[in-house]
């Protein structure tokens, strides 16, 4: 089976530091990516990591243990602009097709 | 702007009846991605199409179909519409079956009364 854990909701501060966690049970794993969405929209790209480790990208920055099925996305110097949903999903080899499977995303709101 | 354009932006019809949606992907893309997006399930993959071929099948419900064409722009057919199938439908692409990033339209709200 599939299953991708997020937590639902996250509130932090402006200019603060927020990690939002995923953990993944795929039958599979060909990569974990990182999307953002803002309401209404489609989700854009943030992040991807394939090896263990720390991938950074300006202010944001992602996380992956593939042994733990874990991994969590780092956003510094928090704006206003960076609420907005984050979505963890993972390609999910199966038998070489490689769909995207996604959790059900961390809706997180920065506060003054 | 993603490169992926979803056609029509909104759409409110009745239960029962039958809808297209239509996505062309960016340029170069092979792979089409279709996703649905309601406010409790999070984004659940359909279907995936590559260079016109089926190549995945999620949670796809059998009223629903899709097909890629010559050009590689896809549609999506949702026929007997019922109240649960109000949804954002998203169409993603990208460069081959085992790419990385998918690129997302800005898909289409679906409104079925």
């Known amino acids: 089976g599939q299953n991708i854990d997020q937590p639902t909701e996250m509130t932090a501060t402006e200019g603060a530091i927020v990690q939002i966690n995923c953990t993944y049970q795929?039958?599979?794993?060909?990569?974990l990516f990182w999307y953002q969405q803002h309401a209404g929209e489609a989700p854009t790209f943030l992040s991807y990591n394939v090896l263990d480790g720390l991938e950074e990208k300006g202010r944001f920055s992602s996380f992956l243990s593939r042994s733990k099925g874990y991994s969590y996305l780092l956003l510094k110097e928090l704006q206003m602009k960076d609420s907005a949903s984050y979505l963890c999903a993972v390609r999910d080899t199966i038998a070489g097709n490689t769909p995207l499977v996604f959790g059900k995303g961390t809706r997180l709101s920065v506060i003054a | 702007d993603s490169g992926v354009t979803q056609t029509p932006k909104h759409l409110i019809t009745a239960t029962g009846q039958r809808v297209t949606l239509r996505c062309s992907p960016r340029?170069?893309?092979?792979?089409v991605y279709w996703y649905q997006q309601s406010l409790d399930q999070g984004l659940q993959f359909l279907i995936q199409y590559y260079n016109g071929e089926e190549r995945a099948k999620g949670n796809i419900l059998e009223r629903f179909s899709a097909q890629q064409f010559p050009d590689l722009h896809s549609e999506l057919n949702l026929s007997s519409l019922e109240l649960g199938d109000s949804a954002l439908y998203f169409c993603?692409?990208?460069?081959?079956?085992?790419?990385?990033?998918?690129?997302f339209g800005q898909g289409t709200r679906l409104t079925v009364v």
């Open positions: 340029s170069g893309d092979l792979s």
């Open positions: 795929t039958s599979g794993f060909n990569g």
């Open positions: 993603a692409s990208s460069v081959g079956w085992q790419g990385t990033e998918a690129f």
